[in-house]
Nanobody, 127 residues
């Protein structure tokens, strides 16, 4: 099991930037693919971005391509989500998650493909 703690959320004006961090603990963190999801009030949790354990593969939801960047530092057991050009519709609670499936043929994009979740961090973008 992997314990995950997100940080970096807050209130920002439209067009601004935030960098979310997700600190992981657990013996095999660096062997897992990691993802970011978000959930706005009254909506289902949706996929934002994912990164492979090797850092060689990334995948993004269409609505964040060109604006968000996912990265990870396995030496620091941390995954990041750099969010630029933020829009009011990006307002949500952002969660990081670990995919411990074996084997994994592709980066997961559904919540049920992830095994461990953080508590979330609120991102609010004002217009």
């Amino acid at each position: 099991q992997v314990q995950l703690v997100e940080s970096g959320g807050g209130l920002v004006q439209a067009g601004g930037s935030l960098r979310l961090s997700c600190a992981a603990s657990g013996r095999s963190y660096s062997a897992y693919d990691m993802g970011w999801f978000r959930q706005a009030p009254g909506k289902e949790r949706e996929f934002v971005a994912a990164i492979s354990w090797s850092v060689l593969r990334t995948y993004y939801a269409d609505f964040v391509k060109g604006r968000f960047t996912i990265s990870r530092d396995n030496a620091k057991n941390t995954v990041y989500l750099q969010m630029n050009s933020l829009k009011p519709e990006d307002t949500a609670v952002y969660y990081c998650a670990a995919d411990r499936r074996i084997p994994r043929n592709r980066l997961g994009t559904r919540p049920d493909e992830y095994d461990d979740w953080g508590q979330g961090t609120q991102v609010t973008v004002s217009s």
